[in-house]
């Protein structure tokens, strides 16, 4: 009966060295792949909110000039959005170098991974007090408005760019 005893107490004695190995293996693997996921998850909502916004500008500049859109978007980031070059772009800063998301730095433990959308029409971003979207939803207006008809510029009677306007919610 002794026999019998000490061979279950080595199974159990195995089985828990078994656990320990697969765990000090295992639970490395689940912080990374959290991480990644999360990466991805940033930088696909910013890029959602962007292409919505660029759909918006198109919408807008085929309805022409007078034309008004309003949307909502949730911005997962705190970053500054800017026009340039055609292109709306945000940034997803804290990008893990290891994970899956393209980056820009492969210097840094951490980066920033570079969203944009392209737009090609004049664009003028307003955001609420000219600093960077913080994170959370946003009214955002669309829109091209007329020149003033007082004006001594001439032209078609429209105004060059199409104006986006942020307003928290």
């Known amino acids: 009966m002794d026999a019998k005893g000490q061979v279950s107490a080595e199974y159990i004695l195995i089985i828990f060295v078994i656990i320990i190995i697969l765990s000090s293996v295992t639970l490395p693997l689940v912080g990374n792949s959290t991480k990644a996921s999360t990466d991805i998850s940033k930088t696909s909502d910013v890029s959602t909110a962007l292409n919505s916004i660029a759909n918006a500008v198109n919408i807008v500049y085929s309805n022409g000039p007078g034309a008004k859109r309003t949307l909502s978007v949730y911005i997962p980031v705190t970053s500054d959005l800017t026009y340039s070059s055609n292109d709306l772009t945000m940034y997803v800063t804290n990008v893990a170098k290891d994970s899956a998301v393209p980056i820009n730095d492969t210097n840094k433990a951490e980066a920033t991974k570079t969203v944009t959308a392209s ?44 104006t986006v306007t942020f307003q928290k919610t």
């Open 119 to 162: 737009v090609p029409y004049g664009v003028t971003v307003v955001t609420p007090s000219s600093a960077p979207l913080t994170k959370g939803w946003y009214t955002v207006t669309v829109e091209w408005p007329l020149k003033d008809t007082n004006s001594k510029s001439t032209g078609s009677g429209n105004t060059d760019t199409i």
